[in-house]
T-cell receptor, first 114, second 115 residues
């Protein structure tokens, strides 16, 4: 069983640029959630995709957007990067969007904005 | 909206000692509660979860947690800590929103284990 994989593992961007982060969900999982984890903080929910449609969104501006593909992999796009976007971005997949579907996390992408 | 408070930023224990990590939640309905562990450079791993029923739940790696509705708490315990338990621990409360389940995480407690 292949777990959740994220790419790249590390990324350095300049303020104002755009970035795309990628996530391959665990085999058979149709739901993907994205989280932002700032240094010393818990993960903050960005949004969730279920069967290729956005299924919930946290308190993040529209410059944070995403996609889910037919194979349930997903992308997180961030436009007009700001210094405060520097964080660990975590992807989690689950078999369904219900409360009893455990989240399986990837190891994250560390984004640094300079 | 739900929220989670983990009052201890750091906890230091000696190997072999017992451990209790505190978690308090705020949520208007019956909460779904979780504990996750994050080792350095890794994603989060689910330790245990509470949905309903027995208020004492057992998890992986010898951890357990007790749900106390009257205290709005879900504290994590382990009777004897191993050096490999050193990590960041996150409590989370889940709630239904718009047809989906969205967990809210606390800020975490860093566990330091002395030999």
């Amino acid at each position: 069983e292949t777990g959740v994989t994220q790419s790249p593992t590390h990324l350095i961007k300049t303020r104002g640029q755009q970035v795309t982060l990628r996530c391959s969900s665990q085999s058979g999982h149709n739901t993907v959630s994205w989280y932002q984890q700032a240094l010393g903080q818990g993960p903050q929910f960005i949004f969730q995709y279920y069967r290729e449609e956005e299924n919930g969104r946290g308190n993040f501006p529209p410059r944070f957007s995403g996609l889910q593909f037919p194979n349930y992999s997903s992308e997180l796009n961030v436009n007009a990067l700001e210094l405060d976007d520097s964080a660990l971005y975590l992807c989690a997949s689950s078999l369904g969007r219900e409360y009893n579907s455990p989240l399986h996390f990837g190891n994250g992408t560390r984004l640094t904005v300079t | 909206a739900q929220s989670v408070t983990q009052p201890d930023i750091h906890i230091t224990v000696s190997e072999g000692a017992s451990l209790e990590l505190r978690c308090n939640y705020s949520y208007g309905a019956t909460p779904y509660l979780f504990w996750y562990v994050q080792s350095p450079g890794q994603g989060l791993q689910l330790l245990l979860k509470y949905f309903s029923g027995d208020t004492l739940v057992q998890g992986i790696k010898g951890f357990e947690a007790e749900f106390k509705r009257s205290q709005s708490s879900f504290n994590l315990r382990k009777p004897s800590v191993h050096w490999s338990d050193a990590a960041e621990y996150f409590c989370a409360v889940g709630a239904k929103g718009g047809g989906s389940y969205i967990p809210t995480f606390g800020r975490g407690t860093s566990l330091i284990v002395h030999p």
